[in-house]
C-alpha cells in the first residue's frame, strides 16, 4: 500500500508538471503571470497555516518575513552597476555592494535569513498566547517594516528596489511550492508534526505527554519565517520592484483569507484556496473597471474588489468556519476506498 | 532643550496622550468582557472623523450639532459591528472571534476607501478651537488645553457609570464572570451592546478631537492609533479603565518625547509602541494596573 502512495504520488506529480507545462506554453503572459502568483500564495499559505492551522499559536507576523525575504534576495541578485544607480540618496554599504549571486542561493538565504530572525522574535514572542501574541507579531512585522524603511544604506529606505532580475517563472514558483507541500505533508505526519498538532489541541496535556512546548512552537515559528521569507523573494522577483509599503499587515489579511478559505488546518485546503482565491482576486479586477454589457457600461468603483474580499472573509468565518477542507487532506486512500472505485470492484 | 521648547513638547505629549486614552478605553472595555482585541476599533475611530468631516463641510450644521451627529452615528456603527460580527460568534472558539474582527477591520477599510476615496482629505477646524494661547514666550494652540480637558470630563462620566450605576455594576459582573452574571439574571447581550456604544462614543470623541488636531484623513488613518491604543490598553493592564488611561499618557508622553530628545530615531517613532508593549509583557505581563492572575494548570 504503502510504495503504491508513492508511485501514485510521482505520478500525480509528473502529471502536474506536464499540465503546468501546457499551460505555460498556452497561456499569456497575463494569465502566465497569475499562474506564477497562484504558486507563490501556495507558499505562503502554508507557511501560515503551519503556525496558526497546525500550531495553534495565531501569528500575524508574515507579512514582515516575507519583507526580510523578499529583500535579502533582492540585494544579493542585483547587478553591482544597477546597485550604484538605484541607491542614490545615499550609496549601498560596501560590504553589500559587489555582491551578486544566482537565484537558487540568494532565496535560500533570504529563508535563512527570515528564519534566523524569526528565531530571534519568537525566543520573547512565544511566551505569549492568543491575541497577545498575534498582537505582538504583528508587532514585529510593523518594526521590521520601519526598521528597512530607516536603513536607507542598505535597503535604500522608503524609495524601494526596482528592476528585481525576473527570476520567478512557473517552474521557480510551482517547484518551490510543491517542495513546500510535500515537506509540510511529511511533517505533518512525523512525530514533529502530531506533537505539533497535539500543542494546538490542549497546551496543558501535550506538556503532560512530555511534549516541549517551547522547543516544538520555536520549531514551528522558524520554518514558518523560512517559507515566509523564501515566498516574499518570489513575490519580490515576480513584482520586480519591492518598497516598504507592499508589506503592510494587510497583506498578511490576505493571506489569512486564504488560509481561512481553505481550513485552518488543512494543506490540501491551503493549496485549493491559494490557487482560488489568487485568480479570483484577478478575475475580480474587472469589477475595478468599467464593465460593459453591450446595452449599458456599468461603472466601476476602484477598490470594490477588496470589499468583497472582506465580505467574503467574513461570510466565511461567520457561516462556513470550517473552510473548504476543515482539518481534512487530501489522500490516496480515500480516493482508492471512494464509492467510485469500489464499484468498479464489484463490477468487475 | 531650553524650557520652553520642552513645555511645547510637553503639552503636546499630553494632548497626544489623552486621545489615546480615550481609543485605548475602548479597547479595555470590549476585552474585559469578551476577551477580543477588537480589531476594528481603529477603524471605528477613522469612520467618525470621517463623519465629522462630511458634516462639517456639509456646512449647514453648526459645529456641535455636526459633532454630535458624528459621534451618535461612530456609535450606532459601533453597536452593528457587534450585531454583525462578534454576536454570532459567541459559542465559536476564540481565534474565530479574532478573525471575525480582523475581517471586519478590513472591510471597513476597504469600504472606506471606495467611499471616502484614498485621496488625503483636510478636516475643516471650527474658528473656535483655531486659536493659539501665548502664557510667557510659550505659544500653545487652544486645541492641547481642550483635549485633556474633555478627556478628563469623560473619563470622570464613565468612572461614575461603572462604579455607582446598575449598568456599571453589570458591566463589572460580566467582565468577572461571564457565565455567573448571566445566572445573576443580567441580559449578557444588552450589556455588551451598551460596552460597544461606549467604546465608540469615546473613539467618536477621540477621533473628531484627532482630526482637528492632524487635520490630514486617510482610510487607513485608524490602524496605527488602533493597534497604539491596544498596546496602551495592554500596558496599563487589559480590563482595567485607569490603566487604559496611564497606558495611553505614557505612550503619548513616550512618542513626543522620543522625537523632542532623539530626532535621530524620529523615523522609529511607530516602533516604540511595539517596544513598550514587548518589554511590558516580558517584564509584568498583566500590565502596570492590572491585577495578578494565577494561571490555571
Given at each position: 500500500m504503502k510504495k503504491k502512495k508513492i508511485i501514485l504520488s510521482l505520478i500525480a506529480i509528473i502529471l502536474f508538471f506536464s499540465l503546468l507545462f501546457i499551460l505555460n506554453s498556452v497561456f499569456n503572459s497575463h494569465q502566465t503571470r497569475i499562474l506564477r502568483l497562484c504558486g507563490i500564495y501556495v507558499v505562503l499559505a502554508l507557511s501560515l497555516n503551519l503556525i496558526n492551522g497546525f500550531t495553534g499559536q495565531f501569528s500575524l507576523g508574515t507579512a514582515g518575513f516575507m519583507a526580510i525575504g523578499a529583500y535579502t534576495s533582492a540585494i544579493l541578485t542585483m547587478p553591482p552597476a544597477q546597485k550604484a544607480s538605484a541607491y542614490y540618496l545615499e550609496p549601498i554599504v560596501p560590504w553589500l555592494a559587489d555582491i551578486e549571486m544566482s537565484f537558487l542561493p540568494a532565496l535560500i538565504i533570504a529563508g535563512l535569513i527570515s528564519a534566523l530572525i524569526g528565531f530571534i522574535v519568537a525566543a520573547p514572542v512565544l511566551r505569549l498566547r492568543d491575541d497577545y501574541l498575534a498582537i505582538a507579531t504583528l508587532g514585529f512585522s510593523e518594526i521590521i517594516r520601519v526598521v528597512i524603511t530607516n536603513l536607507q544604506n542598505i535597503t535604500n529606505g522608503s524609495l524601494g528596489l526596482k528592476g528585481?532580475?525576473?527570476?520567478?517563472?512557473v517552474w521557480w514558483s510551482w517547484g518551490v511550492a510543491v517542495v513546500c507541500i510535500i515537506f509540510m505533508a511529511l511533517l505533518i505526519n512525523s512525530s514533529y508534526g502530531r506533537a505539533l498538532k497535539a500543542i494546538r489541541e490542549d497546551e496543558i496535556a501535550a506538556e503532560a505527554m512530555g511534549i516541549n512546548l517551547f522547543r516544538n512552537k520555536l520549531f514551528a515559528f522558524t520554518v514558518s519565517s523560512f517559507m515566509a521569507g523564501v515566498g516574499g523573494a518570489l513575490l519580490g522577483h515576480l513584482m520586480g520592484t519591492i518598497d516598504p509599503l507592499m508589506f503592510r499587515f494587510t497583506l498578511t489579511y490576505n493571506i489569512l483569507l486564504i488560509v481561512v478559505v481553505g481550513g485552518i488546518g488543512s494543506i490540501t485546503g491551503s493549496v485549493i484556496s491559494g490557487v482560488i482565491v489568487t485568480v479570483a482576486m484577478e478575475a475580480l479586477r474587472i469589477v475595478d473597471g468599467n464593465i460593459d454589457l453591450g446595452f449599458m457600461v456599468i461603472k466601476g468603483i476602484p477598490g470594490m474588489r477588496m470589499v468583497i474580499f472582506s465580505i467574503l472573509l467574513m461570510v466565511i468565518i461567520l457561516f462556513?468556519?470550517?473552510?473548504?477542507?476543515?482539518t481534512n487532506e487530501f489522500s490516496w486512500k480515500w480516493i482508492l476506498e471512494s464509492k467510485l472505485f469500489k464499484k468498479r470492484k464489484e463490477v468487475a | 532643550m531650553e524650557i520652553k521648547e520642552f513645555l511645547q513638547h510637553l503639552v503636546n505629549g499630553i494632548s497626544l496622550g489623552s486621545l489615546y486614552a480615550l481609543l485605548a478605553i475602548g479597547y479595555t472595555l470590549v476585552y474585559g468582557i469578551l476577551?477580543?482585541?477588537?480589531?476594528?476599533h481603529g477603524d471605528i475611530f477613522m469612520i467618525s472623523t470621517y463623519a465629522g468631516f462630511y458634516l462639517m463641510s456639509?456646512?449647514?450644521?453648526p459645529w456641535w450639532i455636526a459633532f454630535l451627529l458624528a459621534i451618535i452615528l461612530t456609535c450606532i456603527l459601533g453597536i452593528l459591528v457587534e450585531k454583525a460580527a462578534y454576536r454570532p460568534l459567541r459559542d465559536a472558539p476564540r481565534i474565530s472571534l479574532l478573525i471575525s474582527s480582523i475581517g471586519m477591520s478590513y472591510l471597513i477599510e476597504n469600504l472606506a476607501i471606495v467611499f471616502f476615496g484614498g485621496r488625503p482629505k483636510t478636516f475643516p477646524i471650527p474658528a473656535i478651537f483655531d486659536r493659539i494661547i501665548t502664557i510667557g514666550s510659550v505659544k500653545i494652540p487652544t486645541l492641547s488645553f481642550i483635549i485633556p480637558v474633555i478627556t478628563i470630563i469623560i473619563l470622570a462620566i464613565l468612572l461614575h457609570i461603572v462604579h455607582n450605576t446598575k449598568t456599571g455594576m453589570a458591566m463589572r459582573a460580566v467582565s468577572t464572570d461571564y457565565e455567573a452574571a448571566r445566572l445573576m439574571a443580567i441580559d449578557v447581550n444588552k450589556i455588551i451592546t451598551f460596552t460597544f456604544a461606549v467604546g465608540s462614543t469615546l473613539a467618536a470623541v477621540g477621533g473628531i478631537m484627532w482630526g482637528m488636531k492632524y487635520p490630514s484623513l486617510i482610510p487607513l488613518m485608524g490602524v496605527m492609533p488602533g493597534i497604539k491604543c491596544f498596546i496602551a490598553a495592554v500596558v496599563g493592564g487589559i480590563g482595567n479603565i485607569r490603566g487604559a488611561v496611564l497606558g495611553g499618557f505614557i505612550l503619548g508622553l513616550g512618542e513626543i518625547m522620543l522625537v523632542a530628545f532623539m530626532p535621530a530615531l524620529s523615523g522609529y517613532r511607530d516602533a516604540f509602541a511595539f517596544i513598550l508593549l514587548i518589554f511590558i509583557l516580558l517584564a509584568k505581563p498583566t500590565g502596570l494596573m492590572g491585577k495578578n492572575l494565577a494561571e490555571k494548570v
Amino acid at each position: 500500500m504503502k510504495k503504491k502512495k508513492i508511485i501514485l504520488s510521482l505520478i500525480a506529480i509528473i502529471l502536474f508538471f506536464s499540465l503546468l507545462f501546457i499551460l505555460n506554453s498556452v497561456f499569456n503572459s497575463h494569465q502566465t503571470r497569475i499562474l506564477r502568483l497562484c504558486g507563490i500564495y501556495v507558499v505562503l499559505a502554508l507557511s501560515l497555516n503551519l503556525i496558526n492551522g497546525f500550531t495553534g499559536q495565531f501569528s500575524l507576523g508574515t507579512a514582515g518575513f516575507m519583507a526580510i525575504g523578499a529583500y535579502t534576495s533582492a540585494i544579493l541578485t542585483m547587478p553591482p552597476a544597477q546597485k550604484a544607480s538605484a541607491y542614490y540618496l545615499e550609496p549601498i554599504v560596501p560590504w553589500l555592494a559587489d555582491i551578486e549571486m544566482s537565484f537558487l542561493p540568494a532565496l535560500i538565504i533570504a529563508g535563512l535569513i527570515s528564519a534566523l530572525i524569526g528565531f530571534i522574535v519568537a525566543a520573547p514572542v512565544l511566551r505569549l498566547r492568543d491575541d497577545y501574541l498575534a498582537i505582538a507579531t504583528l508587532g514585529f512585522s510593523e518594526i521590521i517594516r520601519v526598521v528597512i524603511t530607516n536603513l536607507q544604506n542598505i535597503t535604500n529606505g522608503s524609495l524601494g528596489l526596482k528592476g528585481l532580475p525576473n527570476y520567478t517563472n512557473v517552474w521557480w514558483s510551482w517547484g518551490v511550492a510543491v517542495v513546500c507541500i510535500i515537506f509540510m505533508a511529511l511533517l505533518i505526519n512525523s512525530s514533529y508534526g502530531r506533537a505539533l498538532k497535539a500543542i494546538r489541541e490542549d497546551e496543558i496535556a501535550a506538556e503532560a505527554m512530555g511534549i516541549n512546548l517551547f522547543r516544538n512552537k520555536l520549531f514551528a515559528f522558524t520554518v514558518s519565517s523560512f517559507m515566509a521569507g523564501v515566498g516574499g523573494a518570489l513575490l519580490g522577483h515576480l513584482m520586480g520592484t519591492i518598497d516598504p509599503l507592499m508589506f503592510r499587515f494587510t497583506l498578511t489579511y490576505n493571506i489569512l483569507l486564504i488560509v481561512v478559505v481553505g481550513g485552518i488546518g488543512s494543506i490540501t485546503g491551503s493549496v485549493i484556496s491559494g490557487v482560488i482565491v489568487t485568480v479570483a482576486m484577478e478575475a475580480l479586477r474587472i469589477v475595478d473597471g468599467n464593465i460593459d454589457l453591450g446595452f449599458m457600461v456599468i461603472k466601476g468603483i476602484p477598490g470594490m474588489r477588496m470589499v468583497i474580499f472582506s465580505i467574503l472573509l467574513m461570510v466565511i468565518i461567520l457561516f462556513f468556519r470550517r473552510g473548504i477542507m476543515g482539518t481534512n487532506e487530501f489522500s490516496w486512500k480515500w480516493i482508492l476506498e471512494s464509492k467510485l472505485f469500489k464499484k468498479r470492484k464489484e463490477v468487475a | 532643550m531650553e524650557i520652553k521648547e520642552f513645555l511645547q513638547h510637553l503639552v503636546n505629549g499630553i494632548s497626544l496622550g489623552s486621545l489615546y486614552a480615550l481609543l485605548a478605553i475602548g479597547y479595555t472595555l470590549v476585552y474585559g468582557i469578551l476577551r477580543l482585541i477588537n480589531f476594528a476599533h481603529g477603524d471605528i475611530f477613522m469612520i467618525s472623523t470621517y463623519a465629522g468631516f462630511y458634516l462639517m463641510s456639509s456646512a449647514i450644521l453648526p459645529w456641535w450639532i455636526a459633532f454630535l451627529l458624528a459621534i451618535i452615528l461612530t456609535c450606532i456603527l459601533g453597536i452593528l459591528v457587534e450585531k454583525a460580527a462578534y454576536r454570532p460568534l459567541r459559542d465559536a472558539p476564540r481565534i474565530s472571534l479574532l478573525i471575525s474582527s480582523i475581517g471586519m477591520s478590513y472591510l471597513i477599510e476597504n469600504l472606506a476607501i471606495v467611499f471616502f476615496g484614498g485621496r488625503p482629505k483636510t478636516f475643516p477646524i471650527p474658528a473656535i478651537f483655531d486659536r493659539i494661547i501665548t502664557i510667557g514666550s510659550v505659544k500653545i494652540p487652544t486645541l492641547s488645553f481642550i483635549i485633556p480637558v474633555i478627556t478628563i470630563i469623560i473619563l470622570a462620566i464613565l468612572l461614575h457609570i461603572v462604579h455607582n450605576t446598575k449598568t456599571g455594576m453589570a458591566m463589572r459582573a460580566v467582565s468577572t464572570d461571564y457565565e455567573a452574571a448571566r445566572l445573576m439574571a443580567i441580559d449578557v447581550n444588552k450589556i455588551i451592546t451598551f460596552t460597544f456604544a461606549v467604546g465608540s462614543t469615546l473613539a467618536a470623541v477621540g477621533g473628531i478631537m484627532w482630526g482637528m488636531k492632524y487635520p490630514s484623513l486617510i482610510p487607513l488613518m485608524g490602524v496605527m492609533p488602533g493597534i497604539k491604543c491596544f498596546i496602551a490598553a495592554v500596558v496599563g493592564g487589559i480590563g482595567n479603565i485607569r490603566g487604559a488611561v496611564l497606558g495611553g499618557f505614557i505612550l503619548g508622553l513616550g512618542e513626543i518625547m522620543l522625537v523632542a530628545f532623539m530626532p535621530a530615531l524620529s523615523g522609529y517613532r511607530d516602533a516604540f509602541a511595539f517596544i513598550l508593549l514587548i518589554f511590558i509583557l516580558l517584564a509584568k505581563p498583566t500590565g502596570l494596573m492590572g491585577k495578578n492572575l494565577a494561571e490555571k494548570v
